[in-house]
């Protein structure tokens, strides 16, 4: 109950919502190419500033977002007058004070700068991938990553996977960690729930019948008779099954 005091409870703003077409799993055939997908509540999309060039003012509350899980923090330009939304980062409250773009060299929850202008083992979150593009990574609750070093050109990231990576040195993040620490201890308290959020039934391939899937039929309980496959046959643990992989270019000496 304590996060949900924190919310801003007004209805959302209406200049920032809009119609959203959910695909339900399902190509432009209407082909089913993303199983257990469909139905849930009807919601509409927050319109979020993931580039957060010029997003910029006061933090007027937190809003519930039904598309994600990360909560909202609603910013007003007292120059503009204008309202918008940002992923919100954790421990930030009504009337703080929010800068886009930055340049100065420092860490403030919220403000977003590129990675020449963050310190060296700063914490971040809604990383871009490129210069001036919607921020990608790092936008689920509790992730952040950290920066471990820079060069003139480059910035080496630990993220959250664990993983490292170089990106450009001008591209843009934001300080500090998604909010919503909790929701991964979000239990669903019945079936209808995974409805409402729009996940269907997980059926297994044993309790099908033969013309269904490759491990139906069969008198009795059994556990498929053959090694894990798809519904079309193809084997689904063990080595890599991917042909596309972009190969590594040879080391040529010239």
């Given at each position: 109950m304590k996060k949900k005091k924190q919310l801003f409870l007004n209805p959302p703003l209406k200049s920032q919502k809009r119609s959203w077409n959910r695909s339900t799993g399902r190509n432009n055939k209407g082909h089913i190419t993303a199983w257990h997908r469909g139905g849930g509540h009807a919601r509409l999309y927050r319109d979020i500033?993931?580039?957060?060039?010029?997003?910029q003012g006061i933090v007027v509350g937190l809003e519930?977002?039904?598309?994600?899980?990360?909560?909202?923090?609603r910013i007003f330009n007292p120059d503009t007058k204008?309202?918008?939304?940002?992923?919100?980062?954790?421990k930030i409250k009504?009337?703080?004070?929010?800068?886009?773009?930055?340049?100065r060299n420092d860490i403030q929850n919220g403000h977003s700068k590129t990675l020449q202008n963050l310190l060296t083992g700063s914490i971040i979150y809604n990383l871009s991938l490129t210069s001036r593009?919607?921020?990608?990574?790092?936008?689920?609750?509790?992730?952040f990553g950290r920066i471990l070093k820079r060069t003139k050109t480059?910035?080496?990231?630990?993220?959250?996977?664990?993983?490292?990576?170089?990106f450009d040195i001008k591209t843009i993040a934001t300080s500090g960690v998604v909010s919503n620490l909790d929701s991964r201890f979000?239990?669903?308290?019945?079936?209808?729930q995974s409805r409402w959020i729009g996940k269907r039934p997980t059926v297994r391939g044993v309790a099908m019948n033969p013309i269904d899937h490759p491990h139906g039929g069969?008198?009795?309980?059994?556990?498929?008779?053959?090694?894990?496959?798809t519904p079309w046959g193809k084997p689904t643990k063990g080595p890599s099954t991917r042909t596309n992989r972009i190969q590594p270019k040879p080391n040529v000496k010239i």
């Open positions: 500033d993931l580039k957060r060039i010029s997003t519930y977002d039904p598309n994600r899980t990360a909560f909202l923090a204008k309202h918008n939304y940002i992923i919100a980062p954790t009504k009337g703080d004070v929010i800068r886009s773009n930055s340049t593009n919607d921020g990608k990574i790092l936008r689920a609750p509790g992730a480059l910035a080496k990231i630990k993220l959250k996977s664990g993983q490292y990576r170089w979000t239990k669903l308290q019945k079936a209808g069969g008198e009795g309980k059994t556990s498929g008779g053959r090694s894990s496959v």
